[in-house]
């Protein structure tokens, strides 16, 4: 077998091993989230992104009758870069239909949803006039829902778009004097025990969200974006990493909350 191939292997049996050790860090520096009753609003720059990083928060919210609101910022067009048959536009809009399918799953309405259809890949550098008008559009949610409280993106995640992201809610919130509480949930930081690592270390506050016996709801708004975790032909292999949603099946969120 070739050496690469042996090397990649192990890597993918170990990493298991790696993010339980990480996952150690934030289990002894968190504390449990408390939340008031008010409409929660999260912030994703890709469709999955909610479900990944809080979909279990999510889904005991709409159990207990509370609200959730959910604004994804990107298309999501940029996911199956060079594949031989689907185009950037029925990516886009599979992505949509899975969006809708997942938080179907979680018990918020569809009409919670908000898209606002920006460049997937693109987040970090939009032209000057695309980026006033998301900052805009994005306030002016904001504004329509006046959250207490607005679950975004770690900007320690590891991901460029997911660093763009927060730049434009911050500025967002600014424009329209909004203070709400923000809580930041890892993504790709819940894959990579390294990333876990980092972000737990540079967050004053880390919160954790506990969902016992709810775990297989999670994972079946999980397994909502087909696009994302099976292959789709003639491609052989998903467009994340195999073992991705895997880092995913704990009934345990993070939430780190930086002081403003």
Request: proline share 9%.
């Amino acid at each position: 077998m070739h050496a690469n191939n042996l090397i990649h292997r192990f890597k993918k049996r170990l990493r298991p091993l790696a993010l339980a050790v990480a996952a150690c860090l934030p289990r002894l520096r968190s504390r449990p989230l408390v939340l008031d009753a008010t409409p929660l609003l999260v912030i994703a720059p890709h469709q999955d992104d909610a479900s990944l990083g809080c979909g279990g928060l999510l889904f005991q919210r709409r159990l207990a009758g509370l609200p959730v609101h959910v604004l994804y910022l990107t298309d999501g067009s940029a996911s199956h870069p060079g594949h031989p048959t689907l185009t950037p536009t029925e990516v886009a809009r599979t992505r949509r239909q899975e969006a809708h399918l997942a938080k179907s799953r979680l018990g918020v309405d569809s009409a919670n949803l908000r898209f606002l259809d920006l460049p997937d890949g693109h987040l970090d550098s939009l032209d000057a006039s695309t980026r006033t008008a998301a900052i805009t559009a994005i306030a002016e949610h904001c504004s329509a829902l006046r959250p207490a409280t607005v679950l975004l993106p770690s900007r320690h995640d590891g991901s460029s778009e997911h660093e763009a992201a927060f730049l434009l809610i911050r500025d967002a919130l600014s424009l329209a004097d909004l203070h709400p509480r923000l809580l930041e949930y890892p993504v790709w930081a819940r894959w990579s025990p390294e990333l876990l690592l980092r972000a737990t270390l540079r967050a004053p506050h880390v919160h954790r969200f506990d969902f016992p016996g709810y775990g297989p709801c999670k994972t079946h708004a999980i397994a909502a974006y087909a696009s994302q975790f099976q292959p789709c032909p003639p491609w052989e292999h998903p467009a994340l990493p195999e073992d991705f949603a895997r880092a995913f099946s704990h009934e345990r969120e993070y939430f780190f909350e930086f002081v403003r």
